[in-house]
């Protein structure tokens, strides 16, 4: 069984990638093809899919027994299949907004954590992105307009500063971190450094029985 090493964590840049394989047959329609060197993110943590080829043939991404696996139609694979190495793409526009969505969404996580709102919820899907807070305080009755001028600020002030993204691996957790702002466990993808976000935005905001939606967008340089 090909031990798989995910590339994707410390390099979103990387977009193709020439690489040994494993596959196995899905029926008599499918062939799932499981990359040695792996650039691809899988749905998890809040983050879609990555849009990905194999030798030019569509895939759908998913996850099997914790690897990362590609499936493509066995009609298609004919031509590959008996071969030692694959070509994996990843589509780059696609890759890069869902970095700039899931770091802005860390950043937002960073400054509510700050006026007492911990992120418990997020989806960083294009269009519906959003966190949801809890107090970490309960008795703490802060609304959200005793503090949005405040956090607005302080978004600007981090945004600003063009802060390296950091990705550390402890074990089998990896662990990113936007300048000296305190680090998450995630395994998505993220920009190189918070001046790759082109345009970032706090779109709503609303609290409803003790849970503070934050609904935002944010995109990448081009
Ligand atoms: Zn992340």
Not at 37 to 65: F, R, W, Y
Not at 130 to 137: G, L, S, V
Not at 149 to 169: A, E, G, I, M, N
């Amino acid at each position: 069984m090909v031990e798989q090493s995910h590339l994707f964590l410390d390099d979103t840049y990387l977009l193709s990638i020439d690489t040994r394989f494993e596959s196995r047959a899905l029926g008599s329609d499918r062939v799932s093809i499981i990359p040695a060197d792996n650039i691809v993110h899988a749905q998890g943590g809040g983050q879609p899919s990555d849009d990905v080829t194999v030798n030019d043939v569509p895939a759908e991404v998913v996850k099997e027994a914790g690897r990362v696996a590609l499936l493509v139609p066995a009609d298609r694979a004919h031509g590959f299949i008996d071969e030692h190495r694959v070509t994996i793409r990843v589509d780059r526009d696609t890759r890069l907004r869902h970095a700039a969505l899931h770091t802005f969404g860390h950043i937002i996580a960073n400054v509510l954590d700050e006026h007492g709102w911990f992120a418990k919820k997020a989806n960083h899907f294009p269009s519906e992105a959003r966190i949801e807070f809890t107090r970490k305080d309960p008795s703490n009755m802060t609304d959200w307009s005793d503090i949005e001028d405040d956090v607005k600020s302080r978004l600007s002030q981090v945004l600003s500063q063009r802060l390296p993204v950091h990705v550390r691996q402890d074990k089998k957790t990896s662990f990113v971190q936007v300048g000296d702002l305190p680090e998450f466990p995630c395994a998505g993808t993220h920009v190189r450094d918070t001046g790759c976000l082109a345009t970032y935005e706090i779109i709503s905001t609303k609290i409803k029985k003790g849970v503070l939606k934050v609904r935002y967008d944010a995109k990448h340089t081009e």
